[in-house]
């Protein structure tokens, strides 16, 4: 079988073959195109919004089963809205889609559409998108579902299912030729153990990486990151199948803490996680001190990489203030008021703001006054809200920039 | 105010061979960062946050250019950094990537690195030179107080790559006509095909896995017969794993490791530009005159 997924798959997943169903111009000059479309759901759940940046009142409604978690997939031609409570995920396609040609990016737009298909299941949670395959992981099925990136981004959803040996909060992930699953105890409310590789089919290509209470993952450069007790683990596709490495918590850290959350850098080889209510932590999976800690002046509630300027981060703590993050060197480089108050007391669900990145923009939910704010990056003034009904809660933005010949 | 005194030109380039290169232009003027290691494959390398941070400080940043570094512009993005970008292929004669690129085989799969101008223009010594000329200029143009220093380094060094050049060309002209073609790991060295005579064949996409691959593979190794190659080689960037199943099929063994992209340490065959190219004339002879 043909296997070059590290360059190949960010392609294939790009190219689509929407419609062109925009004016074009009458010249047929070719024309620079940048559009950002964002998927807002309900905090009481049930319905989804989508508008484009440029004009907002360009928006579209959709009906889900309940409260989602947006995530922008098969690069972006896709949007996964997957609804724990109530287990059921839906797709929207993006009706925004791009075809690499090296040098460019054509672009292509339509109007998002609602794709037919709904999944259905015991607890769907944690979605990795990584190596041409959407992951979907089960919490309470035992099971995850493979869906196939390049045909997601057509709007078909071609699913096979991966057994794991007990039902538990964990995620499922495609690296090299493997399969990477969490790995539960069958002791019940023992910790989760930690990763393996396995074949499709459910039996083990490797052994067990111990990671007790493994929690989320994500991928930059060559590396997948997990957190779990002990530090953070790291794995690599090698010649001879994956190999982990367990970057210890480090004895300058603040005690007690652990990182459960990881965001991956896209631009270079890094992480960002959270480590306590107050603290971040950048991870260096190659280079010493793998661990760099950012004390944060209020707890932490929602975070977020710039893909365009990939030394930075943006987090918003409970205080209202949105603080941008510098990973190079691993402090706070700009500060500024952007809401209210959010207290993080009270129920992890309960609506509070979050933050997606659209090209120089930082964009924010903030539900309890019904807007999304729009922050500059490069000022980091707000230049503008976007009034979405009822109580704009989990957000996704996808788009870009490409030609439009 | 001294050369001694001010601050040393902070440069960082971006691959071993071009790191050798700005080293013999540069000296003790230069405070030099590579940033792809002996025997990697910047094709696949990951920038690190300390690659940005030696960016950000970097007054020059040397690069091949044509695409060859794909982690670049992420790279420049993250370090914000102001410093000039010099890719020292420029003005240089290139040749066209036939099919838009080349592969690279990592961990057993073939990996397409795509570029519409083939890369190694290193290989061929006469090239080199107009690397170590476009070195010279911009650490002139960036420390124009030093830049006598580097003309003279520059030119010293251009003198013993005449020497070199003569040398590959004496070694390759040695050669039976009949005895003139190998087998390599990827598709690296038209430029020394060009320029010394040595025809190279190498697999085109094809992956080590599956039934597919396995036609991709009866057409090289038809290729190989047909041109009745003489050696195959390995490669200090890429498994063997693919030039052994072919060398089986064709009853070569492996004639040694060429270095393609990526010098060698400093204690291999092959730890600066100059040896890496006199250890690949004198591995590719040695191959074709035995027996
Ligand atoms: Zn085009
Ligand atoms: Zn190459």
Redesign the pocket.
Known sequence: MFKYLATASAIAMATTAFAQEHDHDHDHHDEDVTLYRVFVGDHAGGSVTALDLADPDHRWQFDTTGQVKLFGVAGGATVAAVQSDDNAVHFFSSGISFEDHGDHADIAVSDPAAIDTVLTGPRPFHVVDHGGSVIINYDQGGYAELIDAHHLSHGEVELTTFTQSQAHHGFVALLGGNLLSTVASDVVDAPRLGLQAFNADGTPAGELATCTAIHGEAFSGAYLAAGCREGVLTATASADGVTYNMLPYEADLPAGNTTGTLLGSTGIQVFLGNYGANGLVVVDPVDAPHFRYIELPFRRVDFALDPVHPANGYVLTEDGTLHQVNLLEAALTGSVKVTEPYSMDGHWNDARPRLAMAGDEVIITDPNAGLLRRIDTDTLRETGTIAVEGAPYNIAVVGGSGIDH | MTSTQAAPLQVVATFSIIGDMAGEVGGDLVDLKTLVAPDA???VYEPRPADAMAIARADVVLTNGLE?EGFLSRLIAASGTDASIIALTDGLPTMEEPGGG?Y?YVNGEAIF?AGAHD??VWQSVENAKGYVANISAAFCAADADNCTQYQANAADYSARLDTLDAQIRASIDALPADRRTVVVA???FRYFEAAYGVTFLSPQGVSTEGEAAAADVAGLIREIRAANAGAIFGEN?SDTRLLERIGEETGLTLSGTLY??ALSGADGPAPTYIAMMRHNTSAITAALTAE
């Open positions: 494959d910047a094709h060859f080349h690279h690195h890369p190694h990827h598709n690296a960037i393609s992209d």
